[in-house]
């Protein structure tokens, strides 16, 4: 039985999800397999490897998105999951934003980022 489990993102960039992950410090593979419960892996497009044995993996969906696989049990044995989830969500967001106001046309566009925790 899997250990995996599979959730929905609004994250639809690859480029800039591994820019963020690199952004915290985190290594990343591409077309790589997602380590987990004795010696499990599932193969996705996008992995964060953590410390310990187990990591996190995005796989793209036909609309474009990416959903999350990770043994998050496992995930939770060495790190606070929903902190480290959160925080990738965050720094994603702020990424995705800089890079979408550095489009043409926005140029001199005000824009005020406001963080909240």
Avoid: C
């Avoid at 993102?9 to 690859?14: M, Y």
């Avoid at 892996?41 to 474009?64: C, H, K, P």
């Avoid at 965050?90 to 934003?97: I, L, R």
């Amino acid at each position: 039985m899997s250990h995996f489990s599979t959730l929905r993102t609004k994250i639809t960039d690859a480029e800039i999800l591994k820019a963020s992950l690199r952004d915290l410090g985190i290594s990343v593979k591409t077309e790589a397999d997602v380590r987990g419960y004795n010696g499990q892996r599932v193969r996705s497009d996008i992995v964060a490897i953590l410390e310990g044995e187990y990591d996190l993996g995005w796989s793209r969906n036909t609309d474009g998105s990416f959903d999350l696989i990770a043994d998050l049990w496992g995930v939770a044995k060495r790190h606070n999951q929903t902190e480290l989830i959160n925080s990738i969500n965050q720094k994603y967001a702020v990424n995705k934003t800089l890079a979408e106001v550095k489009r043409p046309g926005l140029q001199n566009a005000n824009v005020k980022l406001v963080l909240q925790k």
